[in-house]
């Protein structure tokens, strides 16, 4: 079982995550990823932003959980160091990059 603060996290990013702007239908709220990640089906978001950070290197800006085409997807906003905002896609469940690209 992942630790309690990994949960809270998860969860708070979450929650944080829709306040910026309008909420996707494809979203998946904190209860609902709360018992993914009980379930053993999507990865802690810690383990996936480590993935992510190892290619991406930056600041996290926004996180967001979506299911894509039957996949769930951890959806991150990244400052790098160049100042460049991009935008990464994981699988939650391998922590797989999916996709890397700028922010417009």
Known sequence: ???????LLLAAV???A????????DDIG???????????RIKPLTEILA???AKVPGELL???LE???GIYVYEFKLLRPDGR?????????????????DDD
């Open 62 to 64: 926004e996180v967001e």
């Open 30 to 40: 904190p209860e609902v990823a709360k018992r993914l990640l009980k379930e053993g």
């Open 67 to 69: 299911i894509e085409d």
């Open 18 to 25: 829709p306040l910026g702007g309008l909420a996707h239908a």
């Open 1 to 7: 079982m992942p630790p309690i603060r990994v949960l």
């Open 85 to 101: 905002v991009q935008e990464v896609e994981a699988d939650a469940s391998t922590a797989k990059i999916l996709k890397i690209e």
């Open 51 to 53: 993935a992510v950070n």
């Open 14 to 16: 979450l929650i944080a």
